[in-house]
């Protein structure tokens, strides 16, 4: 897979400020999305964005909420995501 250009929005009140981490003098926040160019929902977005869970969270099955969506508008060579709103005929690009 090449390059993929993706608009990223989230809901800054949602954001758990006891996972954001200290260092250095900076705050830093760990997110985790899941991408699926060729199947966006009703409102045209490929993924989610929630805040990241460490190793031991993840195997006792804490989720984090959703604290907003992504949209992949790029994709290596110019090509557009493949969308199951378009038709075929659409989809092919010849």
């Known amino acids: ?15 758990d400020k006891e996972r954001l981490k200290h260092n250095n003098g ?31 969270e993840r195997e006792n099955g804490v989720k984090t909420p959703i604290l907003g969506n992504c949209q992949v508008f790029f994709t290596e060579g110019g090509a557009e995501p493949i969308s199951d709103n378009k038709t075929e005929e659409e989809q092919i690009p010849f």
């Open 1 to 15: 897979m090449g390059k993929l250009g993706i608009n990223i929005g989230i809901n800054v009140k949602e954001i």
């Open 26 to 56: 900076k705050v830093w926040m760990n997110l985790t999305t899941f991408i699926d160019p060729s199947n966006p929902d009703k409102y045209g977005q490929h993924g989610f964005i929630s805040q990241s869970t460490n190793k031991e």
